[in-house]
């Protein structure tokens, strides 16, 4: 009879039980901040892996995008359905220094714009900032009923709309071309970007959507990268640097 093992017995593995590591404790926390341009500068706090040899927690940092309801940037619940978006441009301490990326409504309140028995006109369009940002820009609008009209619908003719279209696309160009990102997203906050109605009664015509596609190209280590976003974070050294 030929000697083997036994495969009944069990045996222990070698080495024992492994040691459990809390993947947590090789995590360091950093506050995210918002740039000027919104009222509160404290949007929250994010984890990154921190610096081991060759694999700098700044580098892990840099590019991630952070989606904040505009409620909590203004300090108003009346934005509660808007959805703003924003990158990380630098790190500076344990301070995450953001910029605008986009903008977006909350999905129900799109749903609830949208009604029986009218036209919906959409229009998007491509503009570049005073300052490099390219932008892709989004505009909803709902045609409603005239003054006294009796009938049940409100369609427009596709004609109208066609020409309705092009009006947004106008404007949206005239309001994104002659300013900067700041001063844009100062429009985008308080809805100051207005759309004609002259055509056709218009109503809950809104800026829908707003995505920054590319930003500047500039040269690395660039001070007014930095001062111009986020010009009370900036310490004295960091400029230095940066110059």
């Known amino acids: 009879m030929a000697v083997g093992k036994n495969k009944r017995i069990s045996k222990g593995k070698k080495g024992g039980k492994k040691k459990i590591v809390d993947p947590f404790s090789k995590k360091d926390w950093y506050d995210v901040k918002a740039p000027t341009m919104f009222t509160s500068r404290n949007v929250g706090k994010t984890l ?3 610096t081991q040899g060759t694999k700098i927690a700044s580098d892990g940092l840099k590019g991630r995008c952070f989606e904040v309801s505009l409620a909590d940037l203004q300090q108003n619940e009346v934005d509660a359905y808007r959805k703003v978006r924003l990158r990380c441009e ?3 301490g344990k301070n995450v220094l953001t910029n605008f990326w986009g903008m977006d409504f909350t999905t129900d309140k799109l749903r ?3 009604r029986k028995w009218q036209s919906l006109i ?3 369009v491509d503009v570049k900032t005073t300052d490099g940002y390219m932008l892709r820009m989004f505009c909803i609008g709902f045609t409603k009923k005239r003054p006294g009209q009796a009938k049940r619908t409100c369609y427009a003719q596709s004609s109208q709309i066609r020409q309705i279209r092009k009006k947004m696309v106008e404007i949206m160009m005239r309001e994104a071309s002659s300013c900067d990102l700041k001063e844009l997203v100062g429009k985008f906050i308080p ?3 207005g759309m ?10 809104v800026e829908c959507c707003s ?3 590319s930003p500047p190209v500039r040269i690395p280590f660039q001070s007014h990268a930095v001062s111009s976003a986020w010009s009370n974070l900036a310490t004295r050294s960091s400029v230095k640097l940066l110059q």
């Open 112 to 114: 609830s714009l949208v």
């Open 196 to 205: 004609p109605s002259r055509l056709w009664p218009l109503a809950n015509v």
């Open 90 to 92: 630098e790190v500076q």
């Open 48 to 50: 990154v892996t921190r």
């Open 191 to 193: 809805e100051a970007i």
């Open 211 to 213: 995505a920054c596609m």
């Open 122 to 124: 959409e229009a998007h």
